[in-house]
């Protein structure tokens, strides 16, 4: 059986207990409710929360440019089109109501063609192209280009707002190894994981606070509580390549003398969060990720994910940032 | 009658005097006078201030992007409107005094004709569409043309601006109890309010400050004090759901032994004031608000607005933010 | 005489001498060559600097965004008006060396009408109206078409965000009083400044630091120190209205028994700083004044500016913000 | 010899241990492998790392955004003008597959000539200028221009965000001067470089952290370590001038008892990190340099740089930043 530092004797040693007060102070804003319920994680992978959120009349609820933001890019640009479509089609519509004069030189002559004019001098429009081929008559064809010119523009002016908002949008893009390590560090062994910047651009100042969650105390009243890990370094002024966090596993860690199987039995989480400051605008990054006890591996160690030609080192290799090797803990007989 | 702690056997117990520094700290910038001499609440309930300000030359007070960032949507576009028709009713007043010849296509005979031309050239000017059915001749024409397709371009560069200015600016869209109460707390009593985010996008670092502000002193020369209260925890790092702040009622507190009728008749206010970090851009949101003694629901407790499915805890429903149920107070007699 | 403290009897108490090292923190950046030399203020009333800058190849140095972004409303207007029109000078000249069939359907026959032809054309091209009256004939002709209107595209891109930057720029609007004052403050005395804050948008955690910097020592080696006031409250959350802020000259203080002729004859000068959040857009604001010894007045205290109606107070007159009132100081004979 | 302080008799004092804990402060980020292996400098005179990074798939690990907002100038604008042409290009293609009819009025008879209205009909498409003399003709020629306007709308709303972005991005330019120095500084030896802002726009709050770092420990088990060096004065909060940034050689300095010769032996790297607040947009700047032992001109001190009329200080010239002189250290024989 696999322990994390079984050296001394004491297989199941109590985690020194917080306080009241460091237990309400550690729960994050999940409320006690929540992080007593839930049985399966709090942070997904992602960084996302695992609760939801109803009611409220929608027009409130509803952020539309948060919404608009934070949409993949293919989404928006289906959005964009699908407006631009239907509001050529509601306009189209629109000249078509005014009559057959309403399009001066309009050539089509069939109510298919009429309308295609209809739909085709709206986009003119709607564009500030006009041609002039096709030009409005009348005051109530005026009138709609004139009302149709304002929709083009502040609808333009929308879509220069939204696309500059998505492009600056402070988005820290770290890789989180897809598994954590239970591996050896110095004498003792420490919980680890590692992350790396998947952007071009450089972070600075890089601080990384984790979080154990895991249910404690008698079978019949266990209750979920929380315990910040120390870290090794719990941040690094630049961050050029990648950056292993260690929580070393001493007598003072609230993993120290657990074993794998109790982290798995415990529904033990580590929830991980990243600050940064990203170069491009200096603007503050953040990062979420968790990391379930079945996603912990005992025993084994990152690889190495340097670039060599030759003796000198020449760089990293990102893709390699999930790789582990076994790698014997001290005190394990496994 | 139902006191806020009189367990012990004080009934009214003077609070401890704020010393003369940290009462001039803690005034919060209203300034000694106007503290002292509004009769009606400091903060209202959405956050602004309940006082005046005049003078200035109004060219320097006023600051058109602030109006214009924060005025509401509905305002906006009338005004976006409003200047749009205002513009092309100018310019084509200015085309109309360049003679009959200066637009030359317009079909026009009459004078209702004509100045319908010249305001539809106008619009086809301003929005760049420029058919050509009509076109400008002359000098005159020409020159108006020139100056009107910059006002154009200027005008909607500014459109372009402020409607980003308005998407992206940060607000915390904080949902306050329409109540506090006054509730059981551990074995003694809290002031407690509930807060929860009303937007979809996630505040981070969500910090409050609550200060008591209430008249003190005999009642000849009775003076608002400011006191700030002491939090259960005073930040969350999270904010996925809803908080209930709470102060605890112990014996360090100002609220200590008071009874709801003190708290009418002292006038006293409870200043909320929130700071978070928003996630869509990283940026600082600030909330405030205010419960006035008559807001404070004493010998009450918030209701549970967790949804369910069976036993699973599935969400929260934001409409029941405000429900609040009766709670005995421990050592109260009603 | 009039002295600043006089109640105990040293006329002339020497300042408690700043360390070397903390001497060396406050000269606040200007340099010890600087502040010594320099025999007019280092900080002008508006907050700039009093030294000059030089050298540089004028490319490097030069940053058009600052200036574009910082230059006055009306300069801004002209340059943009100013290049609109030597930009479509430019492609006139340019279409009329294209020769005289280039532009399709220009009705100038003479020289002065082609020209004109050719800059009206220039316009509709560059603001994408493109009546098509008048159309580009040739290789040439379209060529300089496609270039003008991805110049007229850029130029307009450029304009739009400048226009944004320019009023999304973050400006605290503090107007200073005009003159400081030494006023009555409790038992002792005061060095006093008001602020308020010009603008309808809301000030947050406004804070004031005050160093006084005059020339110390012997009269044959003089040397311009610096000494960071100590103030009564130098922090406010917030600024609904306006602030004295306040120095108490107790025995602490480096103004401590100078009279207003020495502060004078050692030529004093009150630097003030201030930074506070504007929340517009929760963006840090920074202000700076500066006042020199003649433009305080001693034995004078700030008058009233709150508005009444009848009893109650409705408000402040930033009008009344300069006006000061005489007062006389304890322990002055005057 | 020229050693940096050799008045006391250890001529190579052994330098303060680092404790493992601070030593793992201190490497910055690199990383031990990194640190450790590279034989080149860690951080370049522009600031940025010597390290490169590869991998992942590229769609992910590019970030277009940073790219184009950070490059050149000149490159922008060639890489515009590139998509302009390959745009019209394309869409040209497009239309000419349309058929002979689709473009009404085009004047071209042979191939060269259709393919030339064919790609200045879709220049004035794209532009939204619309002359009209050639107008499309057909469902296909109408369609491409619908989707050729909505292209070319969200194409330039894209160049109006990013040369926002360019123009605002935050970019402290710090002139660092060429070399650093070793020279005389009150009854020791100091470590100096000199500072200056390049740009009109004023930096507050100006901070400074350098790092020495450098190879120690036996010859047969050298490791690089870094040891953060104490600054004179770390920050200043005005920035008008220049800052010449001081570590003085005393006994607790790392540098203490070192010579030039040793210092060039280990390897020795002085990374200079600078933060700032930039007063136009109040935003954070950062900006990074180091200095290589080669880059420490020992013995020297920096010319004056300051403009004077008569006797009179005017300003500083900024040409002069890198002018160094010779200067005999204490203690120095040479």
């Not at 005051?139 to 929709?151: K, M, S, Y």
């Not at 580590?270 to 940064?276: M, P």
């Amino acid at each position: 059986m696999t322990t994390l530092r079984p050296s001394k004797p004491h297989p199941t040693v109590s985690i020194q207990p917080p306080t009241a007060d460091s237990a309400a102070q550690e729960d994050l804003g999940f409320g006690t409710k929540v992080s007593q319920q839930i049985r399966t994680r709090l942070l997904n992978r992602d960084g996302s929360f695992n609760v939801a959120r109803k009611g409220l009349a929608l027009q409130r609820a509803w952020n539309p440019f948060h919404e608009l933001v934070t949409m993949s890019w293919t989404r928006f640009y289906l959005l964009v089109l699908g407006i631009y479509v239907v509001t050529n089609l509601l306009f189209a519509s629109a000249f078509l109501l005014c009559g057959e004069g309403a399009l001066l030189g309009a050539p089509g002559r069939t109510t298919a063609g009429r309308t295609l004019d209809a739909f085709f001098f709206s986009v003119q429009t709607l564009a500030t192209i006009g041609y002039g081929r096709i030009s409005p008559e009348g005051l109530a064809a005026n009138t709609l280009v004139a009302i149709e010119a304002l929709v083009g523009m502040m609808g333009f002016a929308l879509a220069t707002g939204l696309l500059f908002a998505r492009f600056s949008r402070p988005i820290a893009q770290i890789i989180f190894s897809r598994q954590a390590v239970i591996a050896p560090y110095r004498e003792i062994t420490g919980f680890m994981f590692r992350i790396a910047n998947e952007r071009t651009s450089q972070l600075f100042e890089v601080e990384a606070t984790v979080v154990m969650s895991r249910l404690e105390g008698e079978p019949s009243e266990r209750v979920r509580k929380f315990n910040t890990l120390t870290l090794e370094r719990s941040k690094v002024m630049f961050f050029p390549l990648h950056w292993i966090v260690v929580h070393p596993i001493n007598e003072a860690s609230p993993l120290f003398g657990l074993t794998a199987e109790q982290l798995l039995e415990s529904e033990a989480e580590f929830l991980v969060l990243l600050t940064a400051v990203d170069e491009t605008f200096s603007q503050a990054v953040h990062a979420r990720s968790s990391y379930k006890a079945e996603e912990v591996a005992v025993g084994a160690r990152f690889a190495d994910m340097f670039q060599r030609e030759g003796e000198a080192l020449t760089g990293i290799d990102l893709r390699r940032i999930h790789d582990i090797e076994p790698a014997s803990l001290p005190g394990s007989t496994s």
